[in-house]
């Protein structure tokens, strides 16, 4: 059994985590303040003896014996994000610090979650981990963009000056149950729009491409990757490289749904990336042969039917 902390655990992706790291037959460490997570996405875990639920902010010290950290927490849509941008800078940034510290002085392995937003609004695609990317250090998603992109920085310098064992992901759109109905991501508020027979909303003009990951997947590639030789750190990508316009999910959820929704038209928020798509090459070679096994219909599928529960 190991001791593994989770921060950002009671998130809609570090609740599937902690499930998943229990059931492997671990003692899990909750650490989540409640800013984007919900008791609501972990209560089905209180009841294991193994797993414990600390509330506390990691842009503070924190301290416990653990053998492995998952440094999962910021919020990560651009409604939460941009609500406070300078916490959200803190949690990138003090947050990593504080978590690279902890790891260092219990010579624990970590893994960050980064994103694929430290590709910005990029030239190459599909985007390779060698990209560095094409990010807007002052406009109004660079709190988020440039806090992971020093986060990865700190996590680097950790493992070069201190010979902390560390973890890289990129991670690109991942939707799935516990999401929150209104994070303002695409895949939520078009299934909740949809459930509710209201307009569906698509800001520009439906052209621009996401790549959507279910978040089963997501987990996999996590799990894999903590389990990878300490001699890779990453970064790697972690998501679907199935590509799809706004236009063509917004009809999917349509047809999912059977809604009478209309699909209306909003100007593109400034920074919006036109392209996103990862290139999993390294992933498939350096973890077992991961990629993603649950396709687009599949993936919402089960996200429709976890939003009917809720709404």
Not at 241 to 246: K, L
Request: glycine share 8%.
């Amino acid at each position: 059994m190991k001791q593994i902390l989770v921060t950002g655990g009671a998130g809609f992706i570090g609740s599937h985590l902690c499930a998943r790291l229990l059931k492997e037959g671990n003692y899990v460490i909750c650490l989540d303040n409640f800013f984007t997570g919900s008791v609501k996405n972990i209560l089905h875990l209180q009841q294991n003896p193994f797993f414990e639920f600390v509330r506390h902010d990691i842009t503070t010290p924190f301290s416990a014996e653990v053998e492995e950290i998952y440094n999962l927490a910021c919020p990560a849509s651009p409604v939460y994000y941009q609500e406070d941008p300078i916490q959200t800078v803190k949690t990138s940034v003090m947050g990593a610090i504080n978590m690279l510290g902890l790891a260092k002085r219990k010579k624990a392995k970590i893994l960050q979650a980064s994103t694929s937003e430290v590709y910005g609004d990029p030239f190459v695609h599909p985007q390779t981990e060698s990209y560095w990317g094409n990010v807007n250090p002052i406009g109004p998603r660079s709190c988020y963009d440039e806090g992971k992109r020093c986060a990865e920085t700190l996590f680097m310098d950790y493992h070069r000056q201190n010979d902390v064992r560390i973890k890289i992901i990129r991670i690109f759109n991942t939707y799935g149950p516990y999401m929150s109905a209104n994070d303002g991501r695409v895949v939520s508020n078009f299934i909740v729009q949809a459930l509710q027979g209201i307009d569906i909303t698509i800001y520009g003009d439906g052209t621009q491409t996401r790549s959507f990951q279910y978040v089963d997947d997501l987990i996999e590639g996590m799990v894999r990757m903590m389990q990878t030789d300490d001699d890779f750190t990453g970064p790697v990508n972690i998501g679907n490289p199935g590509e799809f316009s706004m236009l063509e999910l917004a009809q999917k959820v349509i047809e999912m749904t059977g809604t009478k929704s209309k699909i209306v038209f909003r100007p593109l928020p400034g920074d919006d990336p036109k392209q996103r798509k990862p290139d999993i090459t390294l992933a498939k070679e350096k973890l077992g042969g991961w990629e993603p096994k649950v396709n687009l219909e599949e993936g919402l599928k089960e996200t429709i039917k976890y939003f009917k529960t809720i709404l």
